[in-house]
């Protein structure tokens, strides 16, 4: 079963003659799967399996990431590539690794990228901190927190696409 913030729906079925050694497997789905919007099926999300409940097996969410060929079209000639990798902390107490990259209109020199870079950086702590992991998870999956970044990055140099490419759970609550 999904997360609560997923609303428990069934993500999957696994045989066992054992059910003491199905706590700590890792389910990936697409976010379709778990009743997000259809034209986001690039996005995939992993879940950990965590306690028994009866014949069913609870998870937490485990962290996100995008399909490589989703990121490979993107990417285009004459268009400047900026990654920004960061360690966020959600006001409920989880720890989470984001990959975070951001496409500039044109190639740029190194300081437009590190202000791009730092204002993003500022921005998602700054979010992260004031939202529980559900809200920050569904903000992702959105897309609202991606068009956030957009907006305030654009007072810098036109961005041309924003995505958090992978979202990594380092310590749960």
Do not use: C
Not at 30 to 49: A, C, D, I, M, R
Not at 55 to 75: D, P
Not at 135 to 147: E, N, P
């Amino acid at each position: 079963m999904a997360p609560e913030m997923f609303g428990k729906k069934q993500i999957g079925e696994t045989p066992t003659t054992d059910a003491k050694l199905l706590p700590g497997k890792v389910i990936e789905v697409s976010l379709p799967e778990v009743g997000g919007p259809g034209q986001k099926f690039y996005v995939k999300l992993k879940f950990k399996t965590d306690k028994l409940e009866g014949k069913s097996v609870l998870t937490k969410f485990h962290g996100l990431s995008l399909m490589n060929e989703h990121m490979y079209r993107i990417v285009r000639k004459r268009m400047q590539k900026t990654e920004l990798v960061t360690y966020v902390d959600t006001k409920d107490g989880w720890k989470l690794q984001l990959t975070f990259i951001a496409m500039l209109n044109r190639n740029t020199n190194s300081s437009v990228q590190t202000e791009v870079r730092t204002s993003s950086d500022k921005f998602l702590k700054d979010f992260a901190a004031k939202s529980t992991i559900g809200d920050f998870v569904k903000a992702v999956t959105a897309g609202t927190l991606q068009h956030s970044i957009r907006k305030t990055g654009n007072k810098i140099y036109p961005i041309r696409f924003s995505e958090i490419t992978k979202i990594e759970v380092k310590k749960a609550a």
